[in-house]
């Protein structure tokens, strides 16, 4: 049981590139989300998806876009990378948005030049 | 709005010696109130969680008690183990609120040999 996976695990951009990370979840988890990693600030997320379908901006959604492509799948894409956005990125999945316990995965470590 | 406040680290100590990290929270309602633990190179895990006043999570040896009257869920531990270094973070989830999780931003342990 893998549970969630992101790709890639590394990643370097120069600014004004774009990219997509991906994220796929085997539980058959409703909901998914992905935050970002910075140090001295905890998590914090970046946009949600409650249900397949749906999806909501998140406390810093700026410079981001998501798309819950089926239920296993919800991917996050930079447009035009900046180096505010270098950081580690995390997916989660969990049953239910109402449900409390997250599931996160390995995560993305990128850097923008 | 919903916060989370945890202590600042490192937390250093030797093995065998006794863990507290403080965490207290603000939050409308009746949040759910979790411990996730994020190891070298890995994404969180849920450690333990509480979901009611005087409810006590525990797991691997930890515990935490919600408590309403001081906001608080302290994460303790009577023994620790250099397996025991990682990254804790505190976190509440307010189902009502809406869909999201508050982390605080994380203490890191070592333990030494």
């Known amino acids: 049981n893998a549970g969630v996976t992101q790709t890639p695990k590394f990643q370097v951009l120069k600014t004004g590139q774009s990219m997509t990370l991906q994220c796929a979840q085997d539980?058959?988890?409703?909901?998914m989300y992905w935050y970002r990693q910075d140090p001295g600030m905890g998590l914090r997320l970046i946009y949600y998806?409650?249900?397949?379908?749906?999806?909501d901006k998140g406390e810093v959604p700026n410079g981001y876009n998501v798309s819950r492509l089926n239920k296993r799948e919800f991917s996050l894409r930079l447009e035009s990378a900046a180096p505010s956005q270098t950081s580690v990125y995390f997916c989660?999945?969990?049953?239910?948005?109402?449900?409390?316990?997250?599931?996160f995965g390995p995560g993305t470590r990128l850097t923008v030049l | 709005g919903n916060s989370v406040t945890q202590m600042e680290g490192p937390v250093t100590l030797s093995e065998e010696a006794f863990l507290t990290i403080n965490c207290t929270y603000t939050?409308?309602?009746?949040?759910?109130l979790f411990w996730y633990v994020q190891y070298p190179g890995e994404g969180l895990q849920l450690l333990l969680k509480?979901?009611?006043?005087?409810d006590k999570g525990s797991n691997k040896g930890f515990e935490a008690t919600y408590r309403k009257e001081t906001t608080s869920f302290h994460l303790e531990k009577g023994s620790v183990q250099v397996s025991d270094s990682a990254v804790y973070f505190c976190?509440?989830?307010?189902?009502?609120?809406?869909?999201?999780?508050?982390f605080g931003a994380g203490t890191r342990l070592f333990v030494k040999a």
């Open positions: 539980m058959n988890h409703n909901s």
């Open positions: 939050a409308t309602g009746y949040p759910s």
């Open positions: 998806s409650a249900s397949e379908g749906t999806t």
């Open positions: 989660a999945s969990s049953q239910d948005f109402s449900t409390d316990t997250q599931y």
């Open positions: 509480a979901t009611k006043a005087d």
């Open positions: 976190a509440l989830s307010d189902g009502t609120g809406g869909f999201k999780t508050i």
